[in-house]
């Protein structure tokens, strides 16, 4: 997988799956219900979210229903990676079987909103360009590397 650079767009604690895709909006298409991601806490983020940027969290993101709409919404919207301190695990896996990239990071606080990155996955390497810090962290295993760069569990299978 190639280095991914973007712009951070940072968010706090406990971000659940109702703030990332309300409920109100189950309904709609992931391309339609893309344009509410967030909104709960960020009413102008799929305005703001440019392909490739990335979403950085701190504790406990994707908590709540294990719905694979809000992994799906985020990267419909255009997020390539999630970088967070850490998860609630059907988030996780949910994102990495859509082909959303989910790393977890012990300083995500460290980062900041705007903040200019460019992360090596295979490098386990992430480069603050904007404040000249580099963070590591465990580099996912190839099987999941190989998972992404398919574009998820789905169409891994199909190309298999």
């Given at each position: 997988?190639d ?13 659940n ?7 109100k909006?189950m309904e709609?298409?992931i391309?339609e219900?893309?344009?509410h991601?967030?909104?709960?806490v ?5 305005s ?7 979403l950085v969290?701190?504790n406990n993101?994707?908590s ?9 919404a ?8 999630i970088?967070?301190k850490?998860?609630?695990r059907?988030f996780?896996?949910n994102?990495i ?7 977890e ?13 460019e ?13 000249g ?17 398919a574009g998820?569990l789905?169409a891994?299978?199909e190309?298999?």
């Amino acid at each position: 997988m190639d280095k991914i650079k973007g712009i951070a767009h940072k968010y706090g604690n406990n971000i659940n799956t109702d703030i990332i895709t309300p409920g109100k909006y189950m309904e709609l298409s992931i391309e339609e219900m893309a344009k509410h991601a967030m909104e709960g806490v960020d009413p102008e983020f799929y305005s703001k979210v440019k392909e490739g940027d990335i979403l950085v969290a701190e504790n406990n993101f994707g908590s709540g229903s294990s719905r694979e709409t809000a992994p799906q919404a985020l990267k419909q919207a255009g997020i390539a990676i999630i970088i967070a301190k850490s998860y609630a695990r059907i988030f996780y896996r949910n994102a990495i079987n859509i082909g959303l990239a989910a790393l977890e990071l012990k300083e995500a606080e460290e980062i900041l909103d705007r903040d200019e990155l460019e992360v090596d996955m295979q490098a386990g390497t992430i480069f603050n360009l904007t404040q000249g810090k580099t963070y590591r962290f465990t580099p996912l295993p190839d099987r999941l590397l190989t998972m992404l760069e398919a574009g998820g569990l789905v169409a891994q299978l199909e190309q298999s």
